[in-house]
């Protein structure tokens, strides 16, 4: 998805020329514990993400819903989990427009391993085929996000990054330089997290 120019408050929705690095984790100063945040290297918050039930009148109902919220609290995506590994991101809190911004597709399901294809909406898709493959293991907090042979983005454990004294929670989301928005490679991140259930 490119965004060169979005109307959007959050940072990483432009055209950038070096890497950023976010570090994720559930234990983040002035978050409720537990909420999955977003910080830049200065500690800002970011990004979080809120988790609320499935709405039981849509049909058929998600499996699971998840909002990614900026800094000031304003929903960016809702992100709905359905059926056989299939996920799909709309704008803002989805209550009643349902404005589609892409669909994720899981290919591959291991112990140890996941594969996503990523097909980005109407005008927003490059080609035919998928847009982003994603591929790593959940359970590490580790992958890859790449639109076709480049690297978007990567995650790694901050503490395999022989950080002293860091959390086994604590990890670090570092987005190449593109057009390709933060908030979406969150949104993904978020997707591959649970891509094993």
């Not at 058929?60 to 299939?86: E, M, V, W």
Request: aromatic content about 10%; hydrophobic content about 35%.
């Amino acid at each position: 998805m490119e965004l060169e120019n979005s109307e959007s408050s959050y940072p990483g929705s432009g055209n950038w020329h070096i890497p950023i690095d976010l570090f994720g984790s559930k234990k983040h100063a002035g978050v409720l514990g537990g909420v999955l945040a977003f910080a830049d290297a200065s500690g800002n918050i970011v990004f979080r993400v809120n988790r609320h039930p499935p709405n039981p009148n849509s049909s058929p109902p998600p499996k699971d819903k998840k909002l990614l919220l900026d800094a000031a609290g304003n929903t960016i995506f809702s992100i709905y989990r359905h059926q056989n590994g299939c996920w799909k991101c709309y704008k803002g809190v989805n209550d009643g427009n349902k404005e589609l911004v892409f669909r994720v597709q899981r290919t591959l399901k291991t112990l140890t391993k996941v594969e996503l294809e990523v097909y980005f909406d109407g005008e927003n898709s490059t080609h035919e085929g998928c847009d982003l493959k994603v591929k790593g293991s959940p359970f590490q907090k580790s992958c890859s996000i790449y639109k076709d042979a480049d690297l978007v983005a990567q995650t790694s454990l901050m503490y395999k990054l022989h950080q002293i004294y860091v959390s086994r929670g604590k990890f670090r989301l570092t987005i190449f330089p593109g057009t390709i928005d933060h908030a979406l490679i969150v949104a993904l991140f978020v997707i591959f997290l649970n891509g094993r259930k």
